[in-house]
């Protein structure tokens, strides 16, 4: 890490983290400790002195950093840069959908391109990296297949050991790849919340730590970086509409956050984007919640949808998800697995980017948006494209040529 790295790692820079706090009843907790959720319950928020990063760090000096990750050092819970794991988190690009979305002023933010390829490792580097720092030996998650990913490549960096279960359909591709990065991985016959209830008995047993989606306060930092990322990229302006596929929606919530910051530090001002929390409209437990108007969402039952990521029948941090919907004049969408595929399809074969069906959804989502007047077409939209389409079952391509045959090039 010393030598030729051009990473953000090198040099030793101030943290500004003073407590942890309640998300649902704003009790103070201490920084510097290991935490899982709150007395309540409910996810822990991490707190910094924004008035002393205003002060630290002015931004022609980001400007002028490396653009990965940890160049938002200042905000971002690690004290010991001898703590820091990576794998090489880059900033995303944004890349404009003329043709599949119909207008230019759609970007995807393509998370695709990150390590282990998803936006898991965005919150999984931060997670290990405290965990290191706050001295944990052995971790434990729930997945449905990303997550456990990153995990799994990061706590092996760093020497932790892990053990991921996950739903017993989870991709061959998924399970694999965690196991061979180091995990102790099952297939669990159930969902994602059966898995995260033998994580959590385990972890009242002392026997690991439990680093299940928004039950540790760290994920959600690394998560909102895509906000940071996405208004520096975009000259300190933020879209109108982002879309985002929500299953725990750490993302969504981590995105909000990371608004609030930037404005307390003067990098932006009041605006926010209308944030649409997209869903498989076979595991919609946010979109039901939404639109019955109530502030907490019941468990899914039956939850079925191609897209895996985001299957998530209950959510730890429903309310944080409602709350920024609902303050951004957004919405909670659901789309059904045919549209999401046909998306998918479409960006591919017209746009050339191959999304994974979480992405997908978010083009399904915005698509019918435009359709229903939901957002206008002149309007600036990023919609989050998660993962990388490669780890997904792809479309059959049947084609065969004997080459020791005549060959009708005509039919070609
Ligand atoms: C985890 C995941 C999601 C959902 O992200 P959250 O921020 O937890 O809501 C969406 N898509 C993919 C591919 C994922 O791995």
């Not at 750490?250 to 001002?269: Q, V």
């Not at 979109?287 to 895996?308: C, M």
């Not at 999401?340 to 399809?345: M, S, T, W, Y």
């Amino acid at each position: 890490m010393t030598f030729g790295s051009n990473l953000n790692l090198n040099t030793d820079r101030p943290t500004f983290v003073t407590h942890l706090e309640c998300s649902m009843t704003g009790e103070r907790y201490e920084a510097d400790r290991l935490h899982g959720l709150s007395r309540v319950g409910r996810p822990l928020l991490v707190r910094y002195d924004l008035e002393a990063v205003r002060a630290n760090l002015p931004r022609p000096m980001l400007a002028a950093r490396p653009t990965d990750l940890w160049r938002w050092r200042e905000l971002l819970p690690v004290r010991r840069t001898e703590n820091i794991v990576s794998l090489g988190e880059i900033e995303t690009p944004l890349i404009p959908l003329s043709r599949s979305a119909g207008g230019d002023t759609v970007l995807v933010k393509d998370e695709g391109r990150l390590p282990t390829g998803s936006f898991k490792a965005r919150g999984l580097v931060m997670a290990v990296a405290m965990a290191k720092e706050l001295g944990v030996r052995t971790i434990a998650m729930p997945t449905n297949g990303n997550a456990g990913a990153a995990l799994a490549a990061y706590a092996s960096r760093v020497g932790i050991e892990t053990i991921v279960f996950c739903p017993e359909d989870t991709p061959e591709v998924n399970v694999r790849e965690i196991a061979l990065q180091g995990a102790r991985v099952y297939r669990v016959n159930g969902l994602i919340d059966d898995c995260g209830a033998i994580v959590g008995k385990g972890a009242a047993e002392g026997r690991w730590f439990d680093l299940s989606t928004l039950k540790e306060p760290y994920r959600i930092e690394g998560k909102k970086t895509m906000g940071l990322e996405l208004a520096a990229q975009l000259g300190w302006t933020l879209p109108d509409a982002i879309f985002y596929p929500t299953g725990g929606g750490t993302g969504l919530i981590g995105m909000w956050k990371a608004f609030d910051e930037m404005e307390a530090l003067g990098w932006i001002g009041s605006e926010r984007p209308r944030m649409y929390a997209v869903q498989a409209s076979g595991c919609a437990p946010i979109v039901r919640a939404f639109e019955e108007g109530v502030e907490h969402a019941e468990r899914w039952e039956d939850a079925h949808t191609v897209a895996a990521g985001i299957r998530v029948p209950r959510a730890v941090g429903d309310f944080l998800i409602l709350r920024a919907v609902r303050a951004s004049g957004g919405k909670a969408l659901g789309v059904g697995d045919p549209a999401i595929l046909k998306a998918v399809d479409d960006c591919a074969r017209q746009d050339g980017l191959l999304l994974c069906p979480e992405g997908g959804a978010t083009l399904a989502a915005y698509r019918e948006a435009l359709r229903t007047g939901e957002v206008d077409a002149e309007e600036k939209v990023v919609l989050f494209n998660c993962a990388t389409g490669l780890k997904y079952p792809m479309p059959e391509a049947p084609n065969w040529l004997d080459r020791h045959q005549p060959i009708d090039f005509d039919a070609l």
